[in-house]
């Protein structure tokens, strides 16, 4: 421990690498750091240096880029909740709560792991770690941490070893690249190639150190006379030769099917000149020393890549006849190029000449993570980074690691179609992270989730008020049409059946024929289609009989009837204002579009419309098989009583009944009516649940509700 503690002071002393910070920020940054060790004392990572070597690597990597004196504190932190006792809250009450919110959002990025080497699920898992990381800071801490891990990496397992090079090349280094932090995103390559295919790497690094001996005096000579040219015309400017990476060349040769010497053979310079004017004076002087390779000419300062880089690009055919890649840009340019978000960090303490820099900065953020953010001073904003990179979607996880994006919003039922259509048209329940929860539950970045289904299961109408994407729409309004039209046709079918029973026919008697001419001559496409229509109230049964058995002027026997179960779902509905059940005698009407509409025979509601409208109402049966349970309502009329509602409530779920709503009225002080739906199976088991009711001393009085 004690050990530890004058290298860190060193470093803190160190204006090369703190120097940056306030006084106040670095006497911060010590208390975290001693923190830190205190938490990890004891614990040695595989190299066997001590623990506290590598948040103190990573705060080192962080204080390159010049961030804050927060980030830097979360990152001596890092790994405190992780791997110690230590809690959220101590580190928020220690150092603040940013600092406990940026090693919070590490630690979770830190418990998920990629497992699906799919270039879709590589993509998604990016952006899911984008997302969950509403921070920017979070992300460059797990980079850096990343980063000397993967300095680091001798030391583990070969297995462990791969797994975290194959992430590092799949997520971390385009998660660079996509910010802009170029020097890293290199980096991260080179060092996740080298574990990945280390022989490989070892050829073409050797062969690469080789082509560079073999070729300085070419190379000089190059430098010195595009120097010289750009001085000859009075253009002030650095001149870089560039390095070519070992992983871009292996790429280059296996995409382009090159050999080592045709992509190594190129020569890369990189001119920095002053304004945007003098970018173009460059390239002028430069087409007049060497000739351009035509169509290799790039302008990317008139039209920036996507992510905000500028430059322009242009092939020439050097001494020897070896070609090159020359880039033109300023000293504003080139530091965007090379560390992209974190340029603003790093050069914020120069004067406003780099307002231009900060403001480009700021624009390009907003492009590229689509930021929707309030108007206001763009410094301000970019110094709270808390970005919504991608405000419309949210990314969970199956319970096999597969991740699937959603829209925002998106429920357990969206997820269910998204998995498979099967899986939504029969999942009746679901589990995130491993909690039951409603089905409209909406689903949040990085939810692990788990639908349970049942064979007999279909969709409810009412989850069409919550879904969000198209899939689950159209599948529930498909199936429930379908559902509707089976449903209707079945039912038609019975309909039609008495029809012809009254008119002393069956459907036996009926030949192809007769139902060919019934059909077309109604204008249905089908048996089916007609049956539907009688089903949904659109044809009348005995219209449809008296068609198909010939019988124009036959009267009806009135004595038959339809039987129903009370489980055809949409084309026959019980009356909600007489809830008829099993035992119940009952009557029908059909009503167009509406299907069958039961009612108890002495409902009230329906007394005129039968003596007036006789023909719309026909005789309907239970069928004595039917299981299911029936809403019925009951009206109870309570003194009031400490409790009696739980009383009440308990007594009917002991006779077997569910409650499903509960309305109470206040009739006066002492009394209170309430109103229950309750379920039950037929009318002795109501009768059964009234008559334990009745035991209760508090109950006053009782019925069964009839509107
Ligand atoms: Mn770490």
Redesign the pocket.
Known sequence: MAAAAPAFQSLVHDAERFGYLKPKDVARLEEAYRFSEAAHAGQTRQSGDPYIS??LA?AEILAGWHLDGQTLMAALL??VTEDTSVTKDEISDTFGKPVAELVDGVSKL?KIEFTSAEHVQAENFRKMLLAMARDVRVILIKLA?RL??MRTLGAVSPAKRRRIARETMEIYAPIANRLGLNALYHELQELAFSHLFPLRFQVLAKATKAARGNRREMIGKTLDAVKKKLADGGIAATVHGREKHVYSTYRKMIEKHLSFSEVHDIFGIRIIVEDIPTCYLAMGAMHGLYKPIPGKFKDYIAIPKANGYQSIHTDLIGPYGVPVEVQVRTEQMHRLAESGVASHWLYKDETDQLSDLQKQTHRWLQSLLEIQHQSGDPREFLEHVKVDLFPDEVYVFTPKGKILSLPRGATTVDFAYAVHTDIGNRCVAAKVNGELVPLRQELRNGDRVEIITASHAKPNPGWLQYVRTGKARSNIRHFLKTMQYEESASLGERLLDQALRALKGSAAEVDDASWERVVRDGGARSKEELLADIGLGKRLPAVVARLLLKRMDSHEDAKTSVTIRGTEGMAVQLATCCRPIPGDGIVGSIKKGQGLVVHQLDCPAIVRSRKNEPDQWLDVEWDPRTTRLFQAAIHITVENQRGVLARVASQIAEAGSNIDSIATEEDRALFTTMHFIIEVANRQHLARVMRSLRRLPDVKRLARAKE
Do not use: E, Y
């Open positions: 590598h948040p990573v890092h790994d830190d941490d000397h891990n």
